[in-house]
């Protein structure tokens, strides 16, 4: 993540997220900035052949998202972007309780 130089938004997934999720690209951008978040790989078999990870965080207002993404020559694409389901806010929440980084 160090290497990245900004977001990939083309016509092809610039208004998908609003359109199904009410996610506005600004707001998923957010999420990668804010602390804290967590970033894992997509399983193989599930991401059609591209390195994908997913990232569970907040935005500037609080609002949890579940993002997918992948990257491509230092640039973000964010594939999908949604609020956390109750599975995954319960799983983000645990792991700030045990994030010796986060103040408690």
């Known amino acids: ?7 990939d938004w083309d016509s092809g997934n610039s208004n998908k997220n609003w359109k ?4 506005a690209n600004t707001e998923a951008e ?3 900035f804010n602390h804290p978040r967590y970033i894992y790989p997509v ?10 990870f997913y990232l569970l965080g907040k935005t500037n207002s609080g609002r949890q ?7 491509r020559k230092e640039l973000i ?4 972007a949604r609020d956390m389901s109750k599975k995954e806010r319960r799983r983000y929440e645990e792991r ?8 408690k």
Not at 1 to 7: A, D, H, L, R, V
Not at 20 to 23: E, G, S
Not at 96 to 103: E, I, R, T, Y
């Open 65 to 71: 998202l579940f993002i997918v993404f992948t990257v």
């Open 77 to 80: 694409r964010v594939i999908s």
């Open 30 to 32: 957010e999420v990668f």
């Open 1 to 7: 993540m160090e290497k990245i130089e900004g977001f």
């Open 96 to 103: 700030v309780k045990k994030d010796p980084k986060v103040q």
């Open 43 to 52: 399983r193989e078999e599930l991401s059609g052949g591209e390195k994908r």
């Open 20 to 23: 199904k999720h009410k996610v």
